[in-house]
């Protein structure tokens, strides 16, 4: 079936169940991209671990295109999804939500990011593409036949949400680094203040007149 919102420049989420079938969905992308049927600007087999991080297995990338494989669309995407943090921004609110690791969350967000999430299983591959496509057919036929389940959306509503995902990242970890220090100064303070009242208790033992034989 067709996506109503299709556009040309699309992120693909194709899981499988076989890793061998995940490496010849890349493949097919590749001699697509070959017949110029479609035009892969970067692709990448990965897997997500049981701590939730992904790992990229194989990747490829349009060199003429702004960013190439290790620092393109589905490079900052692999990032995101699978990053120490892993948060996302939710709907229309702008405000950090959660991790797209934790599904309960994710489920409540209505994100692409979210719902490209739920795509990379813990221990199944999933192969990630960003392309430009004149229709669906090509691509969804190619995976079809590996049993890979196509999942489409729009590389410019990935790339807004990346971009907020990674603001979102950075302001929790500004947050984190001010808690850090405003904990390790409140403790100094405790430490300095029971010094303090200590050597205080001290001096006013030693000025006490000692008792009457």
């Known amino acids: 079936m067709l996506d109503d919102a299709f556009t040309g420049e699309n992120v693909l989420a194709v899981s499988f169940s076989e890793h061998a079938n995940a490496y010849e969905g890349l493949s097919r992308l590749k001699q697509l991209d070959a017949q110029r049927e479609v035009n892969v600007r970067e692709a990448a087999v990965v897997v ?127 947050k984190a680094r001010k808690e850090l220090h405003d904990a390790r100064h409140k403790k100094q303070k405790e430490e300095i203040d029971a010094k303090v009242a200590d050597l205080r208790a001290k001096l006013d033992r030693q000025k006490k007149p000692a008792a009457p034989a």
């Open 48 to 174: 997500r671990g049981e701590d939730g991080k992904i790992v990229s297995k194989e990747q490829i990338g349009d060199e003429t295109w702004e960013g190439t494989a290790s620092g393109g669309l589905i490079g900052l995407l692999i990032g995101v999804l699978g990053g120490p943090l892993g948060v996302i921004v939710g709907g229309a609110t702008g405000v950090l939500v959660g991790s797209l690791f934790d599904m309960d969350d994710a489920d409540e967000t209505e994100s692409v990011l979210a719902e490209i999430s739920k795509s990379v299983r813990v221990g199944s591959p999933a192969l990630l593409a960003d392309v430009i496509e004149e229709s669906q057919v090509a691509i969804d036929a190619a995976m079809a036949n590996l049993g890979g389940t196509v999942l489409r959306r729009s590389a410019g509503d990935v790339q807004a949400e990346v971009a907020a995902a990674e603001e979102a990242q950075r302001e929790a970890k500004k």
